[in-house]
């Protein structure tokens, strides 16, 4: 699975969006970017994810470049219950198999 | 439908003792996957399961862990001997048999004294 790069972390104005990069300029055409969060002390919740089209559901969007080497997860309007590490994985959808392997991800923090 | 379920929440065990973890994964799910992370570190995968079956074990240290999912009843990961190192926060996760997310319980916290 390719290998993906994160800020260590950042900060976000409550009700403002927050805007979430990760590199992944290694990424081949069959893998997929996932983003989970983990908020703190409970498990990893599953975000979103895509392989090329821009996806949108009840909690983000997230916008993959075209080339694919990149993407954002937007959370349009911030709360402090969004506080949390964000986690971008890029990985093979498999038939079985579906380990995810987390990197460091966003500590992000939800300011008042 | 009730999602990931791991138990016990809290363990204390003394050193030399054995820790016992369980996990029950979501309804219609037949893949589990155990994750540890230590106090302010990542998660790391520790071993893939499905039925009665372990596919992946890479991430299992070599001595001391293991982990089964029988055909019935949870799965469980064995922590014989624990040591002060061993305390950390559990996690086990399900998905179902067709390519889908990982679903994620709410961790067992062993704290070894």
């Known amino acids: 699975d390719a290998k993906t790069t994160q800020p260590t972390s950042m900060d976000c104005a409550e009700g403002r969006a927050a805007n979430l990069p990760c590199n992944h300029s290694?990424?081949?055409?069959?893998?997929?970017v996932y983003w989970y969060r983990q908020i703190h002390s409970q498990g990893p919740q599953y975000i979103i994810h895509?392989?090329?089209n821009n996806e949108t559901n009840e909690m983000a969007s997230l916008i993959i470049t075209e080339d694919r080497k990149s993407s954002t997860l937007i959370l349009p309007h911030a709360t402090l219950r969004d506080t949390a590490v964000y986690y971008c994985i890029v990985r093979v959808v498999r038939a079985a198999g579906n380990k995810l392997t987390f990197g460091g991800g966003t500590r992000v923090l939800v300011k008042p | 439908n009730a999602g990931v379920m791991q138990n016990p929440r809290h363990l204390v065990r003394r050193r030399g003792q054995e820790a016992r973890l369980r996990c029950s994964p979501m309804?219609?799910?037949?893949?589990v996957y155990w994750y540890r992370q230590l106090p302010e570190e990542g998660l790391k995968f520790m071993v893939y399961?499905?039925?009665?079956?372990?596919?992946?074990e890479s991430g299992m240290p070599k001595e001391r862990f293991s982990a089964e999912f029988p055909k019935e009843g949870p799965s469980i990961l064995r922590i014989q001997q624990v040591v002060r190192g061993d305390s950390a926060a559990y996690f086990c996760?399900?998905?179902?048999?067709?390519?889908?997310?990982?679903?994620f319980g709410e961790g067992s916290r062993l704290t070894v004294l």
């Open positions: 290694t990424i081949s055409g069959n893998e997929y």
């Open positions: 996760a399900s998905s179902p048999e067709l390519p889908g997310e990982l679903f």
């Open positions: 309804k219609g799910h037949s893949h």
């Open positions: 895509g392989l090329k």
């Open positions: 399961l499905q039925k009665e079956n372990i596919i992946d």
